[in-house]
């Protein structure tokens, strides 16, 4: 029987508490944020640099989509029930939109870093090592 390998000695937070918290995805007790979407550039706890951290666009591509099918699916169906005016429609979808669109980023965000740091994600690099010896 193979012995299974050794269980790390410190727990990581889970994704869902780096979100929630916007704490660090190392040790969750320092900061992530310095701002309501710049990230702080370490951890205050543990010292973790922050300077690995890329989410690009992630953040807001998932906001995007989740605050698109929520709002569009709801216009849809007050309209189809209810039959508002045009100018109640912009006045609810615009302003459920930032409402939601404010309040996700920010949590999507942090945990896309908590993904990224447990997974150990970078960028993609060429290997462009020429005088390694043939395989
Ligand atoms: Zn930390």
């Keep these: ?3 299974s390998p050794t269980p ?7 994704p869902m ?5 916007g704490c660090c995805p190392r040790c969750g007790e320092g900061r992530l944020f310095k701002g309501f979407l ?9 010292g973790l640099d922050y300077s ?3 989410t690009a666009d992630g953040p807001a591509f998932f906001v995007m989509s989740f605050v698109g099918i929520v709002v ?3 216009a849809l ?3 189809f029930t209810y039959t508002p005016p045009i100018w109640l429609h912009l006045v609810m979808w615009f302003g459920l939109t930032a409402i939601l ?3 996700l980023v920010r949590p999507l965000k942090a945990l896309m870093v908590s993904l990224q740091f447990q997974n150990k994600a970078e960028q993609g690099r060429l290997d462009t090592d020429r005088d390694r010896e043939p395989r």
């Design 101 to 103: 669109s404010l309040a």
């Design 38 to 46: 710049s990230l702080a550039p370490r951890c205050e706890a543990c």
């Design 1 to 3: 029987m193979t012995q």
């Design 72 to 74: 569009v699916g709801l």
């Design 52 to 54: 690995f951290i890329d």
């Design 17 to 21: 508490t780096v979100a929630l918290k």
């Design 77 to 79: 169906w007050v309209e």
């Design 8 to 14: 790390p000695t410190t727990t990581l937070p889970t």
